[in-house]
T-cell receptor, first 114, second 119 residues
């Protein structure tokens, strides 16, 4: 069975400092992993995805994530936070065999302090 | 590419009325669409999976007679909330898969969401 745990419900960083949003997953098969961002009252925007290619995945807006199978982790990072990064972030796991259902984490709210 | 739209973006209705929300894939064929519900400051909850030309598959606890889903074409799925009540007020988000684009096989493309308020 698939599941996702986002270890922090809320993260605060100062503008210009690094961002780390943690995600651990559980999957019976080879997983596909995604990070989405949601701004208030908006839909979800894909930041990046891992689908069994390179373990270090680069996404939009300077974000990247590293797939670590031994740690069952897929943490999201950014070297320098921008005010516009303040939003809700969701880690998602999907089963590559069916590619059908998404399993969402509970979300991490990122606050960027000026 | 891979754009999903939803209409309306916001709707307010009276208790007891029905509301229809449309989800369209604008530039690809979506054989499968998904409907999610999101409560304030919470994650997305999958309500149902909608396959073109067949009946939707509902998640446990979701009333199929209350949340009617129709996926009549490869670009359109609709969610109708029947006899809406205040507790149905929520943010509804659809997503779609493009099975013909191999690079996005496992990806879902999300619509912008519909805010439903039932008075």
């Amino acid at each position: 069975a698939q599941s996702v745990t986002q270890l922090d419900s809320h993260v605060s960083v100062s503008e210009g400092t690094p961002v780390l949003l943690r995600c651990n997953y559980s999957s019976s098969y080879s997983p596909s992993l995604f990070w989405y961002v949601q701004h208030p009252n908006k839909g979800l925007q894909l930041l990046l995805k891992y689908t069994s290619a390179a373990t270090l995945v680069k996404g939009i807006n300077g974000f990247e994530a590293e797939f670590k199978k031994s740690e069952t982790s897929f943490h999201l990072t950014k070297p320098s936070a921008h005010m516009s990064d303040a939003a809700e972030y969701f880690c998602v796991v999907s089963d590559t065999n069916t590619g059908n259902q998404f399993y969402f984490g509970t979300g991490t709210s990122l606050t960027v302090i000026p | 590419g891979a754009v999903v739209s939803q209409h309306p973006s916001r709707v307010i209705c009276k208790s007891g009325t029905s509301v229809k929300i449309e989800c369209r894939s604008l530039d690809f064929q979506a054989t499968t669409m998904f409907w999610y519900r999101q409560f304030p400051k919470q994650s997305l909850m999958l309500m149902a999976t909608s396959n073109e030309g067949s009946k939707a598959t509902y998640e446990q606890g979701v009333e199929k007679d209350k949340f009617l889903i129709n996926h009549a074409s490869l670009t359109l799925s609709t969610l109708t909330v029947t006899s809406a009540h205040p507790e149905d007020s929520s943010f509804y988000i659809c997503s779609a898969r493009d099975l013909y684009l191999s690079s996005s096989y496992n990806e879902q493309f999300f619509g912008p969401g519909t805010r439903l308020t039932v008075l």
